[in-house]
């Protein structure tokens, strides 16, 4: 049967694993806003060549499932001679799958830009500079908010995978558990209801945003 | 680079290419099926039952496949729920992909005018007529492209049944990694493969989209 207490015990050394998801997925993210901008500035850039190494990065990146990018970088890396720890690539890997989606949030939410604006912008003299910094990409950002937040959200979700690649985050932190307590239904259980929590809180914060947005 | 590991490994990569597919079809036409059922039952369902399938959305929408398909495989047994590890990965793509199907079916329906079904009333046909002659084709013309596009993501959740050792493309690719001491040959190709893969369907895909809403284009 379903035991209470060892469903509640669970939660300690899991919480404590918690920490190591957040940190996957929130420096995840945040690698990946870095690199997603700079290949979405590659995708609208004039240069042909640029264009189509970022459009390649990023059908590439979508294509291949993240589970087969953690491995090939865990294998590819003693290889080509990088002694990094397990916990680095994995931030990296994650940042670098993050990028090609976020590189998309940014350029959808650049096209769904008015084009008038950028025109009067023309019209009253502005630089391009300036049109950039001060009519386009303040508004495309906040715009791309509620987008941003559900990438973070999935990509909480996605930190599960470097398990495999042993960071002791929450899925494998509940697997040693499980292992230990032979209670695997009640460890999961446990283990999802952090995950959940995590996002419902991550979900709420992006319809604040959105909120916020609309008015 | 050693190609002639991939040959000497074929019938098990062709077998386990076979089961990734049948993992991710069988898993996907369920997954559909039950977030159709879910969509049509959250539209005319009382309250409270809607509450409860909302419920359900959010949990399985909030937690990792992975987390789902341990749950599902090494807790089941604890609940008298026993299934071989192909059988669980299928059922667990199904609830893994059953409500975000949910949610694309009900913004199809949405999509349906209004009007349209106010007027199969005023004419007199019955609800379930209704649905199937008016909201069922309608909104899953529009909700086409993003079930396309939902079961491309299922084609690289499958590689996660790996894990619960069902013996699919991914297992076996690591088998024959463990085998050969190949494991970057092996991963990389793989990644090759998945490319490819993804690239074909949804090419396939986009065709099949473009057939099926030829009427929707407005010609000049």
């Known amino acids: 049967m379903f035991s209470v207490a060892t469903f509640i015990d669970s939660f300690g050394p899991l ?17 990946g806003l870095v690199i997603g901008a700079l290949i979405c500035a590659a995708r609208l850039s004039p240069f042909p060549a640029l ?75 502005m630089s391009p500079g300036d049109i950039w910094t001060r009519i386009i990409l303040p508004q495309a950002v906040s715009l791309s908010l509620p987008a941003l937040v559900n990438e973070l959200i999935l990509l909480v979700k996605a930190s599960s995978l470097v398990s495999v690649v042993g960071i002791m985050e929450i899925t494998r932190a509940s697997q040693a558990q499980a292992a230990t307590t032979y209670r695997p239904l009640e460890v999961y259980i446990a283990a999802a209801c952090i995950y959940l929590a995590i996002n419902l809180c991550l979900a709420a914060v992006g319809r604040v945003l959105e909120h916020r947005m609309a008015v | ?102 949610e694309i079916f009900r913004s199809g329906f949405r999509a349906v005018p209004h009007g349209q079904i106010e007027a199969a009333r005023a004419i007199g046909m019955a609800e379930p007529a209704i649905v199937r002659r008016i909201l069922l084709p309608l909104g899953l013309v529009s909700a086409l492209p993003a079930l396309v596009n939902f079961s491309i993501i299922l084609t690289k959740e499958t590689v996660i049944l790996s894990i619960i050792t069902v013996p699919e493309l991914m297992y076996q690719v690591q088998r024959m990694s463990t085998e050969t001491f190949r494991f970057l040959e092996g991963n990389f190709v793989l990644a090759l493969f998945f490319w490819g893969l993804v690239e074909v369907i949804s090419r396939f895909g986009r065709r099949i989209e473009t057939r099926i809403t030829r009427h929707l284009i407005e010609r000049p």
Do not use: H, N
Request: charged share 10%.
């Open chain 1, 15 to 31: 919480l404590y694993a918690a920490r190591y998801t957040l940190l996957i997925s929130g420096l995840g993210i945040a690698l």
């Open chain 1, 51 to 125: 264009r189509r190494f970022a459009a390649v990065w990023v059908s590439f990146l979508r294509g291949v499932p993240l589970l087969v990018q953690l491995l090939l970088v865990y294998y590819l890396l003693p290889v080509i001679g990088i002694d990094v720890p397990a916990m680095v690539a994995a931030v990296v890997t994650v940042g670098i799958c993050a990028s090609a989606y976020v590189s998309e949030i940014w350029r959808g939410a650049i096209a769904a830009l008015p084009r008038g604006q950028s025109e009067a912008a023309v019209a009253i003299g």
């Open chain 2, 1 to 102: 680079m050693d190609p002639m590991i991939f040959v000497q490994y074929s019938p098990i990569l062709i077998r386990g290419f076979g089961l990734t597919i049948l993992a991710w079809l069988l898993g996907t036409v369920f997954g559909m099926a039950l977030g159709l059922v879910i969509a049509l039952v959250q539209r005319y369902a009382p309250k409270p039952v809607t509450w409860v399938i909302q419920a359900y959305i959010e949990i399985v929408r909030g937690t990792p496949f992975l987390v789902q398909l341990f749950v599902l495989y090494y807790g089941g047994p604890m609940v008298g729920l026993r299934l071989d590890p192909l059988p669980a990965g299928i059922v667990g793509l199904t609830i893994y992909g059953s409500p975000y199907f949910a």
